[in-house]
């Protein structure tokens, strides 16, 4: 069997986990799948901490001591979140340190009700870069149009930044715009641009699933013809966009002081429509200076029987730009469609907050020390 895991890392692409728990912490588990299956990062949201701390026993003894101490919900899933991002940054130290702050990173996000205000997403990037305190951390922003001068400030501060729910090619640009705004900030105050690190996590599937849902309530050749294409074309013309601004004049002299390329990140990759090839979103997306972030199961479908066959993004610009006119020719809007999706994702990241807050305080309450 050919090490398909192995060959996409060849290829200029990092292998990072969309997931992280406590259980995979002490088990060995995140340990085990940088050493076999080429894992070099981590990412995590609030959905993902949800599902983590409402399963099992393994945040009991910390949420005791939580509950024991009166701390307020709020605290104390800052307190266990940034512990485990903390651990796992650790565990991926090596890899920070050979690939020289490129990978080894452990992505945790804001809170996403913040996701509408400025100045709060600054200010909280800085807490979680203080709680957390490890060099190999990404601080996660959303890209609302909140979010863009969030961004530049936090990098013109120092903090390396995951840029999260990115969907339209007009906002990546402006993520990226933000992005340069914030070196150049950077640069000026004297800071020491090598240390400063950006990836920008553009959404794949959710594209698909919203466009194909579309495509067939019309039902027609053509709308059939036209379903799975759009998401993988969106994300082959963000890279388009991402060589355009990075080969500019205006990255040339911050590139001249050091400055990393802010990657793009392949986010939402695991297939969400049975009728497609489970590791799709990962064989067909294959590009220099890229990640993608995969849930397990699409991380070991890649491993298993996945096909990796070089570059399939670059030169292949044309037709991506043909496979989103013929679904606008069929009078979906791809604009409507983006905008909707960036709200359902904040909408989503604030619902899975909400969960988190209810289960985190229905289990400080479940184990808090009885009186007297």
Known sequence: MTDALKRLSEEGVAIWLDDLSRKRITSGNLAELIDQQHVVGVTTNPSIFQKAISQGDGYDQQLSDLAARGVSVEEAIRMITTADVRDAADILRPVFDATQG???RVSIEVDPRLAHNTKSTVAEAKQLAWLVDRPNTLIKIPATEAGLPAITETIARGISVNVTLIFSLDRYRKVMEAYLEGLEKAKAAGLDLSTIHSVASFFVSRVDTEIDKRLDALGTDEAK?????????????????YEEVFSSDRWAALDRAQANKQRPLWASTGVKDPAYKDTMYVEELVAPNTVNTMPEAT??????HGEITGDTVTGRYDQARADIDAVEKLGISYDEVVQLLEDEGVEKFEDAW???????????KRLAPSEG
């Open 102 to 104: 490129q990978d080894g």
């Open 225 to 241: 013809a036209a379903r799975g294409k759009v998401g993988l074309a969106n994300a082959r013309l963000a890279y388009e966009a």
């Open 299 to 304: 991380l070991f479908a890649t491993e298993d």
């Open 354 to 364: 909400n969960d988190l807050l209810k289960s985190t305080e229905a289990e400080l």
